[in-house]
């Protein structure tokens, strides 16, 4: 008897329980001595006979084989990953069956799966890709030309390439050629779940210099695609104030695709019909006057029908169907239908309150306007009271805090673009709220207006707000306004922490420095000075690095906005700066991360009101090939 055993990607605790027992039990094993961790070989019995058969041809292999079974000896053939990916199993197999010799296979991880948990990933994102082509290019073995990596290409989707790492040039050229684009994210691991397991993260149009620059050839996997990159709905910061200020300019559009801005309106009935195009007339007249909230804001108002009575305009798509290729771009999705309705159709794409769109639902005779989802940080509180004024209806909201008419953490947080870091703990503070408790608040930003009556705030010496000696008593919940990684780690279980986006990252670098290199001198320095990531607001360089890979990519992977300044800005910057005779020569300008990171909160003190000035936390770091400073400015919250 023959066992073909999958011996997993590597790390001796990734064979199955049942490979091991056959190990445990073989008197032969032939194991892959190339790609097999030869620890498993441990397991093996004594007197049990080992071949190694990365030195062995095929018919040598069988030899070993029969001459096992002629003495009535159970064989273990022991293949890398899964046998059925690239194992060449079937000739072995089909040898077999040519001599009665009884076989059977069990399965193993694939290195595959052991590249996914190094990458931390996930192959399958809905909207992403829903699909993994698993491939190689053609080396010494051909690959039928229908399988042409530029064909898989064409579809986008995500991509995982074994045996091909002696070939990035031809992999990247063939990838780009067929419609991936260039700075599609790469994964590249090696040696997955091994001692000495490495990754890499870069983008497509970097593969092959970070394979040679990092000397990979071979045991590796590279994997390709959108499911590697990160997909944040973004901070409404960047949305508004900085649309027409500075945006165009600096952010490339693939980004700004993520970008939810569009409000789509439903339908299904001749009046529903009706009132619908009559609020989006009125909508975008007041859009057009700039008279409507921020949270009314909309690039697009998209508006569909389903309804027999109105074969002409009637969708042939079903109501799931239409939210469905809507939603990744949807702020905000309206129904001019029954509740019922709404709730239904949304039901299955509902994620989380932190990313849903707002919905509202508004009868078909316009008397009411419910806000049904999202209804503070989607806005759907907001937009209730809008639609309201647009169609004479009477607007409907049942969260809590509203109808108390009291402070809500998540809706404050959003209004003053604080990042939330947990929506457990936010419950429970306006749970708190409701019950009448007070709620500390501890902030290293000033505050600009009254305290409402369920704030006490918290004295410690950054508190600049007035008054701040009131302690009355000790409220059982905290909301801690900062983004210094040291206070945010001194909380305790009921302090809420919401970060500001205060710092500002200027970033030099040489030509083609990896996205990694750039993360992780960003990370370093912002550590080392106790600024949370969360905490950044930008990054900045000069204009020559504007399409710099690694550090577009890095503005994109984390989702931040990037602002780049040509030499001439940079030079007309106030104040002291450590200088370079040669960045000077190359870019016209003598200091490029000091001057660009206070260039860009200078901007941001100019365009928002809710930032005041800005100072270094760190000058000038160099690492890797990669300069950094960062400076923290002032932030202004609002209550
Ligand atoms: N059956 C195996 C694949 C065998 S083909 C499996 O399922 O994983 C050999 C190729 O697999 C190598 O060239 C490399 O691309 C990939 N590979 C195998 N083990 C790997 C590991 N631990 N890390 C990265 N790639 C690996």
């Not at 279980?493 to 992780?520: H, R």
């Not at 607001?537 to 040509?566: H, Q, R, W």
Request: hydrophobic share 40%.
């Amino acid at each position: 008897m023959v066992h073909f055993v999958g011996a997993g990607p590597g790390a001796e605790d990734l064979i199955t329980i049942r490979g091991q027992k056959y190990l445990q039990t073989a008197d032969v094993i032939i194991y892959a001595g190339s790609l097999v961790n030869p620890a498993l070989l441990c397991y093996a019995k004594e007197g049990c006979q080992i071949y190694d058969s990365a030195k062995l041809c095929l018919e040598e292999v069988l030899a070993i084989i029969e001459q096992a079974e002629a003495g009535g000896l159970t064989t273990v053939r022991l293949h890398t990953g899964d046998p059925s990916v690239f194992g060449a199993i079937r000739e072995q197999m089909d040898a077999l069956k040519e001599k009665h010799i009884a076989y059977d296979l069990c399965p193993g991880v694939s290195s595959m799966f052991g590249a996914a948990a190094a990458l931390g990933c996930e192959y399958t994102l809905p909207d992403v890709s829903q699909s993994v082509i698993i491939t190689r290019a053609e080396g010494r073995t051909s690959v039928p030309e229908r399988e042409s990596l530029s064909s898989f290409a064409a579809h986008q989707a995500t991509m995982v390439l074994f045996l091909s790492s002696g070939m990035a040039d031809k992999v990247q050229a063939e990838l780009l050629e067929g419609g991936y684009r260039e700075d599609t994210p790469v994964g590249i691991v090696y040696k997955a779940t091994w001692p000495e397991e490495k990754t890499f993260r870069t983008t497509l149009g970097n593969l092959s210099t970070t394979m040679d620059r990092e000397g990979i050839t071979k045991t590796a996997l590279i994997i390709v695609g959108d499911v590697l990159g990160d997909r944040y709905e973004k901070s409404k910061l960047y949305d508004a104030g900085f649309s027409t200020e500075y945006r165009p300019a600096t952010v490339d559009s693939e980004s700004s695709d993520a970008q939810k801005d569009t409000i789509l309106m439903l339908a299904c009935s001749k009046h529903g019909y009706e009132l619908m195009l009559r609020a989006k007339y009125l909508w975008e007249e007041r859009l057009l006057g700039n008279n409507a909230p921020d949270d009314a804001y909309a690039k697009e108002i998209i508006c569909k029908v389903k309804c027999a009575d109105l074969p002409e305009e009637s969708d042939t798509r079903s109501m799931t169907e239409i939210v469905k290729a809507y939603i990744p771009k949807a702020k905000a999705i309206i129904f001019f239908t029954a509740t019922g309705i709404a709730v239904r159709t949304m039901a299955s794409f509902l994620k989380h309150k932190s990313v849903d769109p707002a919905v509202l639902a508004v009868d078909e005779m316009g008397k009411y306007c419910i806000s049904v989802l999202s209804g503070h940080v989607g806005g759907a509180n907001v937009l209730a009271q809008f639609v309201s004024g647009l169609t004479g209806a009477t607007p409907v909201v049942t969260t809590a805090t509203d109808l108390h008419d009291k402070f809500s953490v998540d809706s404050f947080a959003k209004k003053n673009g604080l990042v939330m870091t947990d929506w457990t703990l936010a419950k429970e503070v306006s749970a708190a709220v409701l019950r009448g408790e007070k709620i500390g608040i501890d902030t290293d930003c000033e505050i600009q207006s009254k305290l409402p009556d369920e704030l006490v705030l918290i004295k410690h010496e950054t508190n600049r707000a007035e008054g701040s000696e009131t302690r009355a008593q000790d409220p059982n919940y905290e909301v801690r306004i900062t983004a210094d990684m040291l206070r945010i780690y001194r909380k305790n279980e009921q302090t809420l922490v919401l970060v500001p986006k205060c710092y500002v990252v200027g970033v030099g670098c040489k030509s083609n420095t990896p996205e990694s290199a750039i993360y992780d001198a960003v990370k370093v320095c912002m550590d080392m000075y106790g600024a949370d990531m969360r905490g950044l607001a930008a990054v900045a360089s000069i204009d020559g690095k504007a399409e710099e890979p690694g550090l577009v990519a890095f503005c994109k992977n984390n989702e931040l906005p990037f602002m780049t300044y040509d030499a001439q800005t940079l030079n007309e910057i106030e104040g002291d700066y450590s200088k370079s005779q040669f960045v000077m020569d190359v870019m016209g300008v003598d200091n490029v991360c000091e001057r660009s990171a206070m260039a860009c909160a200078k901007t941001f003190e100019r365009v928002d009101a809710s930032y005041g000035q800005a100072e270094f936390i760190c000058r000038k770091t160099a690492m890797n090939g990669v300069t950094v400073s960062i400076v923290r400015m002032e932030r202004k919250i609002s209550l």
